[in-house]
């Protein structure tokens, strides 16, 4: 089994920054993707951002480009989402999830292990 805990959301301002940490635990081995999710009021869960934890490979979703860096740190099972430039539409749950080796790594529903989620509001 694998666990993911989200942590490091907030409250902040547009145009501020934060980061958002993903502990990922237990048998990581089908841990091969981690992917950031958010899920706005009355909205459909999208895909952020996903990262190999194999080889740092990344994937964004066009909204955040340029914004929103993934990063992992295999030593501390850890994955990063730094976010800067917030503005108010990235208000949401964001959840960290993952997923075993495959050709999509973008498809939700490969995803199979899910954190219980961390609100990030922006104020505008």
């Known amino acids: 089994q694998v666990q993911v805990v989200e942590s490091g959301g907030g409250l902040v301002q547009a145009g501020d920054s934060l980061r958002l940490s993903c502990e990922v635990s237990?048998?990581?081995?089908?841990?091969?993707?981690v992917g950031w999710f958010r899920q706005a009021p009355e909205k459909e869960r999208e895909l952020v951002a996903v990262?190999?934890?194999?080889?740092?490979?990344?994937y964004y979703t066009d909204s955040v480009k340029g914004r929103f860096t993934i990063a992992r740190d295999n030593a501390k099972r850890t994955v990063y989402l730094q976010m800067n430039s917030l503005k108010p539409e990235d208000t949401a749950i964001y959840y960290c999830?993952?997923?075993?080796?495959?050709?999509?790594?973008?498809?939700?529903?490969?995803?199979?292990?899910w954190g219980q989620g961390t609100r990030v509001t922006v104020s505008s």
């Open positions: 999830a993952t997923a075993p080796k495959s050709l999509r790594p973008t498809l939700k529903s490969l995803y199979d292990h």
């Open positions: 237990g048998r990581t081995n089908s841990a091969y993707y």
């Open positions: 990262i190999s934890r194999e080889d740092g490979s990344t």
